[in-house]
């Protein structure tokens, strides 16, 4: 069965960095093109990067690039994201998904993980 489970949230301050992972079973990730979405309190779940199959890496907006970076580990079947500067719009849940485009619609995408949270606040 096709799984995500995504890990290494918590509470952070501004200004501070942290790395969370996305680790997959039931399939590879080097086969399919992985996305981080997030979901801050009353909003929309928003695209934040996706990782291609050919290691291709797209942020929204392309601005996040300079804080977030994200990255694949195929012998792990995992795929993180490393927040730098951290600020506390960034708090939110935040997801992975796999699917087959890097697109930050949520449609595109066939599996989620549970989300994991995310607070930067001091």
């Known amino acids: 069965q096709e799984r995500l489970v995504e890990s290494g949230g918590g509470l952070v301050k501004p200004g501070g960095s942290l790395r969370i992972s996305c680790a997959a079973s039931?399939?590879?990730?080097?086969?399919?093109?992985i996305a981080w979405f997030r979901q801050a309190p009353g909003k929309e779940r928003e695209g934040v990067s996706c990782i291609s199959t050919s290691d291709s890496t797209t942020y929204w907006p392309d601005s996040m690039k300079g804080r977030f970076t994200i990255s694949r580990d195929n012998a792990k079947n995992t795929v993180y994201l490393q927040m730098n500067s951290l600020k506390p719009d960034d708090t939110a849940v935040y997801y992975c998904?796999?699917?087959?485009?890097?697109?930050?619609?949520?449609?595109?995408?066939?599996?989620w993980g549970q989300g994991t949270q995310v607070t930067v606040s001091s």
């Open positions: 998904a796999a699917g087959g485009v890097c697109t930050h619609l949520r449609g595109s995408y066939y599996y």
């Open positions: 039931g399939f590879s990730v080097e086969h399919y093109e």
